[in-house]
């Protein structure tokens, strides 16, 4: 495998739920935070949410919070068929994802195809670009590429 | 449960392995970094490591990156009794706990103890104290208190 990516800013830890409510809370509980708005991801129409190459109607409840130069956030997602849900489905609640701040993401998405790590989905969220790559088996989580306007 | 710690900085990602070469090597790899050196944990005779309470023989080889602000943590266990290892055991590899840098980790310890948080594993690395405290069924990921000198 050779570089695939330019940045190894982590900008994100995700971790999936199966109750944001409760679980926002007890974060913002431990670390004295106020408890920030739950937030829905957009439907097909907007975020154009594709999973294993086909199209979904996978949304999400999705709770930020910002720890130091890192964002955690929290997700509990809708049920249909998403990176997700797999993960909830295949491992319970726990940390999912880990985000790279990056930029030229289909570009990122098709030099990593080349070398052997396949896409998992990608969707728009406030109008940007988000992917996620089947990085699991080689560095044992996967990871999400963010659009990094900056 | 009331507010226990005075840091919500994410220091570190901790991330358990069966196999810290291949796994660090594939790390390098794919963020064209150079392979850190592995590092063993010392001995009980030196980090004094207890695991629920109970004096162990558990160590790990561990492999540590820069990434941004965050530091990514692999480790491998001896296969002695430790909460690595009990990841290991009952998830496979993945993302076993989230670092907060803060101080004073005795009186944290304590004050989580009341508040219904167990201490799960502590002990000293290279002199430094930390300590994994079970956050799991609150906040979904064990975090790890680690002791921030600046």
Redesign the interface.
């Known amino acids: 495998?050779?570089?695939?990516?330019n940045s190894?800013?982590?900008?994100q830890?995700g971790?999936?739920?199966h109750d944001i409510e409760r679980?926002s809370q007890?974060?913002a509980?431990?670390?004295?935070?106020e408890k920030p708005d739950v937030v829905w991801t957009d439907g097909f129409d907007k975020a154009e949410t594709e999973y294993r190459e086909e199209p979904t109607d996978a949304r999400a409840r999705l709770v930020y919070?910002?720890?130091?130069?890192?964002q955690?956030e929290l997700i509990q997602p809708n049920g249909e068929q998403s990176i997700w849900q797999e993960f909830l489905d295949n491992?319970g609640?726990?940390?999912q994802h880990?985000g790279l701040a990056t930029d030229k993401i289909d570009e990122r998405v098709r030099d990593m195809d080349k070398e052997g790590i396949p896409l998992l989905q990608k969707g728009k969220y406030a109008g940007d670009k988000y992917a996620y790559v089947d990085?699991n088996e080689?560095?044992?989580?996967i990871f999400e590429l963010l659009e990094n306007k900056n």
Chains 1, 2 share one sequence.
Not at 1 to 5: E, G, I, L, W
Not at 65 to 70: D, K, T
Request: aromatic share 10%; proline share 0%; hydrophobic share 55%.
């Open positions: 495998m050779k570089q695939v990516v190894n800013k982590i900008a830890i971790i999936v739920v679980t007890a974060y509980d431990f670390f004295g935070m919070f910002n720890m130091g130069s890192v955690l491992h609640e726990g940390v880990i990085t080689e560095l044992k989580v």
